[in-house]
């Protein structure tokens, strides 16, 4: 008796991982091939589980039994895109005191992350990557998409920042090498996938982080200032983030005291760095050489600068997904932080003028052949995750990128950067179901990103947020 127990509990449990696994076919549709840049019409795509199993010709009144069918009719599927610059736990920043000393600091929002990571799925994205939050939170929000208690996309992470300046739940401060090394090895042991290191970092303290990281076999993305972007492509970072370098040594000599001028000013010093510069200088061409001969690739993130750039135009503080965030995240932008506090009419009209060069910059390096990813640093003020992605697209088509390069940067070249391309990123047999159905070509027009018909995410499907 005990054994004919086992046996029908056994036959149960198969029954019901196969009802689970119910295949999946889009029938007739066009798939995208991001690689190339073309279409293949009139398509079947058979999932199996998390898989792309098939990919044959359609052929009319072709049944396939035991499976759920979606009919792909004039309708275009592109792998799921991925945003390489998410920062799931990143609340409201304020001013705390330790020791009867002011420090900047960032309030853990519970609600945050799993916020997030919805938006981030509902808007078709699939696997993104967080670079640098507090260790505790950016891991834990992994484990538990991993273990199923989160929905959200795949999520690779960086842990707290490191820098030698203190910023609460956010950095990880160092004084020297050695505990650059010794933080490294405590984010290694806490789960993370990658290490992030910021602005202050000389390239001393630059160089001990990447060989300690490469040791660990974690990857190494960088916020730069102190340290140039050709001292770091010539050390061996693997990903640079936001397209403004920032760093001194690529403004004429003459211009220079201008420049830090600017920086005592704050974040008047993003449009300064783009007024002064020479995008033409042999300073910027050894750069793209240094980048290009070091195989570095760049994470733009345009559109926080944007909506610091036209801040006075409205046109992110009135988006209607605002609402879908806590609070208090959103009241800290409208009051005490945001990228273009303190600014005067005249800077925004200089911010303004300077934007065409943000945007020929950006297009130097597509065309120079430096691996572009898109990210949007989510959750810094004004940009939303997940909507913020589409019009992170568009902003890169506006510096002159065509829509097929642009769909690249949004799935095959993130896949890349995260060493996942034989797992995600273009619409091959054997790859994982991570998918994006749309109503209109996005090789046509790159805003057809956004005309989400339906995600499909390890092979499961997920319901857009919106229609547009």
Not at 87 to 98: D, I, N, R, S
């Amino acid at each position: 008796m005990k054994k004919q127990c086992i046996v029908l509990l056994t036959l149960c449990a198969l029954f019901l991982m196969n009802a689970k696994a119910q295949d999946l076919v889009i029938k007739n549709v066009n798939v995208i091939d991001v690689e190339n840049g073309i279409l293949k019409t009139s398509q079947d795509v058979l999932i199996k589980g998390k898989k792309i199993q098939k990919i044959v010709n359609s052929k009319p009144g072709k049944v396939y039994e035991n499976a759920k069918v979606i009919d792909g009719t004039e309708k275009y599927l592109s792998p799921g895109f991925v945003n390489s610059h998410v920062h799931v736990a990143l609340g409201p920043v304020g001013v705390e005191f330790e020791d009867k000393k002011p420090v900047l600091a960032i309030k853990l929002e519970k609600e945050l992350p799993k916020i997030t990571l919805e938006l981030l799925l509902e808007y078709g994205i699939t696997t993104a990557r967080d670079p640098g939050g507090y260790t505790q939170s950016t891991v834990q929000a992994k484990k538990q998409i991993e273990n199923g208690l989160l929905k959200g996309p795949e999520l690779l992470v960086a842990g707290s920042i490191l820098d030698t300046s203190r910023f609460k739940n956010l950095t990880a401060t160092v004084h020297n090498t050695s505990q650059i090394r010794e933080e490294i090895r405590a984010q290694y042991k806490a789960g993370v996938d990658l290490v992030k290191l910021y602005t202050s970092l000389t390239p001393e303290f630059l160089e001990a982080g990447i060989d300690e990281a490469h040791k660990l076999g974690l990857g190494t993305v960088a916020h730069l200032h102190s340290t140039s972007w050709t001292e770091a492509a010539n050390l061996g970072i693997d990903n640079i983030v936001h397209i403004i370098p920032g760093n001194d040594s690529y403004i004429p000599e003459s211009k220079r005291e201008d420049y830090h001028n600017a920086e005592k000013m704050g974040t008047k010093a993003f449009f300064k760095w783009f007024e002064l510069v020479d995008l033409d200088s042999k300073e910027i061409k050894e750069m793209i050489k240094a980048l290009k001969s070091n195989d570095v690739s760049i994470d733009p993130t345009l559109i926080p600068f944007h909506a610091a750039f036209f801040g006075d135009q409205g046109l992110y503080q009135s988006n209607e997904l605002l609402k879908r965030l806590p609070e208090p995240l959103v009241t800290n932008w409208k009051t005490v932080f945001n990228f273009n506090i303190g600014w005067t009419k005249d800077d925004f009209e200089i911010a303004h003028n300077v934007w065409p060069k943000v945007e020929r910059f950006t297009r130097m390096l597509h065309e120079e052949g430096i691996m572009l990813t898109a990210g949007t640093d989510a959750n810094n003020p004004w940009i939303v995750p997940g909507d913020s992605f589409h019009k992170e697209l568009k902003l890169l088509k506006a510096c002159g990128i065509s829509n097929k390069d642009v769909l690249r940067i949004a799935t095959i070249n993130g896949a890349k950067l995260l060493n996942l391309e034989n797992q995600i990123g273009s619409i091959t047999i054997g790859k994982d179901a991570d998918l994006v159905l749309l109503s209109k070509n996005p090789l046509e027009d790159i805003s057809a990103t956004s005309n989400l018909e339906l995600i499909i995410s390890n092979g499961e499907i997920i319901k857009p947020l919106l229609y547009k």
